[in-house]
């Protein structure tokens, strides 16, 4: 695997497919089998591993995000990855100033949450989408909200590449992976599956809905459910599955999507209502 960490050095054969997969490291099986998807994708794959500021709030986690370069690389290389990009927030933002909006999808749920944060998240992706030309780009399905806003940001900006979204990998007992899940004390860690299974449970309650009135109404006993184990609830919402406005019905292009706190550590999460 090469590992280019200058924009001036990324270099690929470019009479090959090439596929990206953006993280921030901090590897786990849900990274891992993005790559090994992408090696089926592309005849090459490109990582890129930057942990972005721009995409932080002021008091939230960047400085204590977790970093292991050497680990990660190591695990890349044996997922199949021929290059990794991992550049300092000096080579990514040298000259700042311009910056992608995000307009009205990022600015719900996450984004109200997280004000800036898509736009982070946005402006990285393109620039990442420039450095390195993919053919195509892979995002996992547990950051629900970010695959819409890329896909909204390529169909609006026309960038020339196919996008590919994973399903969520998730721990034998259905937490979503998340580098972040180190965070969670034994004690959370043993509560913190009850948000999966509340999404399911209510997933299912849902399907048997037909008034939007009963939705509701499951939707507020299971935010309850979810503050009895622990969780401080940011939100727990069914939305439409492209535009993420709040939806009030059963069909199967709907998806709840949830953010919730456990102690300190924030876990976003969401399934499908077809799923
Ligand atoms: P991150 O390093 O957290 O920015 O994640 C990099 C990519 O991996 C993003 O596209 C995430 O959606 C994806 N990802 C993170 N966790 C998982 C998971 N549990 N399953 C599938 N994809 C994931």
Redesign the pocket.
């Known amino acids: 695997m090469k590992v280019y960490r200058t924009v001036a050095e990324f270099e690929v054969d470019r009479s090959k497919t090439l596929a990206l997969?953006?993280?921030?490291?901090a590897f786990h099986e849900?990274?891992l089998?993005?790559m090994r998807t992408a090696r089926k994708s592309a005849d090459q794959v490109a990582v890129s591993l930057f942990v972005n500021p721009t995409q932080f709030r002021a008091g939230e986690d960047f400085e204590k995000y977790p970093r292991d370069e050497e680990c990660d690389f190591e695990l890349a290389d044996s997922a199949g990855v021929d290059f990794m990009f991992a550049p300092s927030v000096g080579e990514m933002y040298g000259s700042t100033g311009t910056t992608v909006l995000v307009g009205e999808i990022g600015s719900r749920w996450e984004g109200a949450y997280r004000p800036g944060h898509f736009e982070g998240v946005a402006t990285v992706v393109a620039k990442l989408f420039n450095i390195v030309r993919p053919d195509v780009a892979l995002?996992?399905?547990?950051?629900y909200q970010?695959c819409r806003v890329i896909a909204r940001m390529v169909a609006d900006l026309n960038f020339a590449l196919r996008l590919q979204f994973?399903p969520?990998?998730?721990e034998p007992d259905g937490l979503?992976?998340?580098?972040r899940n180190r965070y969670l004390s034994d004690d959370e860690r043993l509560r913190a599956p009850v948000l999966y299974a509340t999404l399911c449970q209510l997933a299912g309650a849902i399907r048997e809905s037909s008034s939007g009135q009963i939705i509701q109404m499951r939707l507020a006993a299971s935010k309850m459910a979810l503050a009895t184990v622990g969780f401080a609830v940011d939100y727990l919402e069914l939305v439409d599955g492209e535009t993420l406005a709040p939806a009030r019905d059963a069909s199967e292009t709907n998806r709840l999507i949830v953010a919730a706190k456990l102690g300190a550590t924030r876990l976003i999460d969401n399934v499908g209502l077809a799923e």
């Open positions: 997969v953006p993280t921030m490291g849900g990274h089998t993005l995002f996992g399905l547990k950051d970010q994973e969520t990998v998730r979503a992976m998340s580098s």
